[in-house]
């Protein structure tokens, strides 16, 4: 019964969070939203009006991830004008995607990881990494539900076995760059997937072996070939403009640092590891001889450990908690089994923990949230503040520049450079490098500078750190004096382990003439 019943709740969960969405559209979109999911939403709008991809609408970018991008154009397509109306229709479509995997994580748990511990899974899955990725119309959601379409697949189609099909490994490849497409940094599932099939492959001969090995190179380059192809022919690099905004690659940062949220990463990651590896010792001593080869959260796992190496050895900064979400599910799919071995035949105590589990977990997350939301919400209504008085107060066409620019450029309706580069072009990345970004603001015509978290040293100067790809800084100082607008105090950031809330103020300057030339 509760194996039925779960995805009934589920179901109306769902239901119960569309009705919220349109009946609050907007403390909705300030508490769920990310400022970066707007960057989605700028560019779909001047894509539909025939400006090209470009945020600012003087630069383009490919600054996104592809296959989120064509979701939320479709979106804002079908949902017309307006400031809200494409919003609801994007968190609705957001929702229901979460709602998909949700029900699918209880599934493939139920039918092939840990019977009778899907629900298990599902509250591990209500944790903020996952949740929030789910719900904060990024193109983490997607991610996510691809990823679960793969596990279940690998499940279903045993598709890591040894005896696997070629056309079955291709099939492997195909699901491995949709995952890639959804966010680029799923492409560590590939050398993942291909470290496990030499290690099952190598013992049914070299030629099987190439094959295999060609079929799941040719499975994840059908798909995500043509995206890289488009970058090359378009912008003349592989790399979208938001990697090469934040990664060093091929080289060191130089200015390596366990900052951003790596320790968050790092610690999801050595509970990942452990869980399987308690798995897989409890199993082989009672004899079950469990197989590392052939599990797809094995082969999450191994993609995970990849993706950390890089963000901890190229990227110095602009790490979030959001790029970890992969981790989370391998999580929400290894704690079952982990449960499942530590209770071992004893239905009394399996309940029990199963209970006790899943209450923790959703207690857990209830809590994150009650912090997380409302700190949000009242941030970007502050945000939202500065939006409002841009576009009432300047002329259209005015050019801001902003780092954390989504929010402000979706409501403000004024062309504004994103200082950090994720989403710019490659020209003004080149400016960051030499640290002439105020020849670069002047040579388009900026009018105003913006800050989220303005705070004045004693000269009565505020120093906007724009950081290269090596974690050194690109600075821009603004004046007191030229400050026209100063908002409320607002939240400016909420500690990931403490719940510690920091405090700033949005400060918006006018540049005087000649600045930059």
Known sequence: MK?????????CAGV??????????????????SDDAYYYFVIAQNALAGHGFTFDGIAPTNGFHPLWMGVVLGVFKLAGRGELRPLIAVMLVSGAIATATLISIHRIVEDYLAPGYGLVAVAAALLPNLLSAMLNGLETGLQLFMA?????ACCRYRLLDPGASTRRVGVLGLLIGLVTLARLDGVFLAPAALFLGLAVWW??????????VLALGAGVAI??????????????????????AKSSFPHLARHLAFSDDKPWGALMLAALWAMIAFTYGVERHRGTRPSLRTSPIVMIAIACTLHFVNVSLFMAWGVYWWHFTLYGLGIAFALPGALSALVGPHVRVARAMQTIAVASLVLLAAWSK??????????????????RWARDTTDDGTVFALADAGLFAYFSHRPVVNLDGKANSYEYLRHVEARTVPRYLASIGTRYVASTHARYNQKGTYQITILRPDGSAAPLEMDRSWEVYRG????AGLA?????VTMSNFAIWKLPDGYGR
């Open 370 to 387: 009650s912090n997380e939301l409302p700190s949000r919400a009242e941030q970007h209504a502050g945000w939202l503040d500065a939006a």
């Open 148 to 152: 679960v379409i793969l596990v279940g």
């Open 496 to 500: 990931r382990f403490s719940g510690e």
């Open 488 to 491: 409320a105090e607002i939240p």
């Open 223 to 244: 798909v995500v070939g043509p995206y890289l192809l488009w970058n090359v022919v378009s912008f003349g690099r592989i790399m979208p403009s938001s990697g090469v």
């Open 3 to 11: 194996r039925r019943l779960v995805p009934v709740l589920l179901l």
């Open 203 to 212: 013992g049914r001969g070299l030629k099987q072996t190439m094959t295999r």
């Open 16 to 33: 119960a969070y569309a009705i919220a969405v349109v009946t609050r559209a907007q403390t909705a979109a300030l508490s769920l939203l």
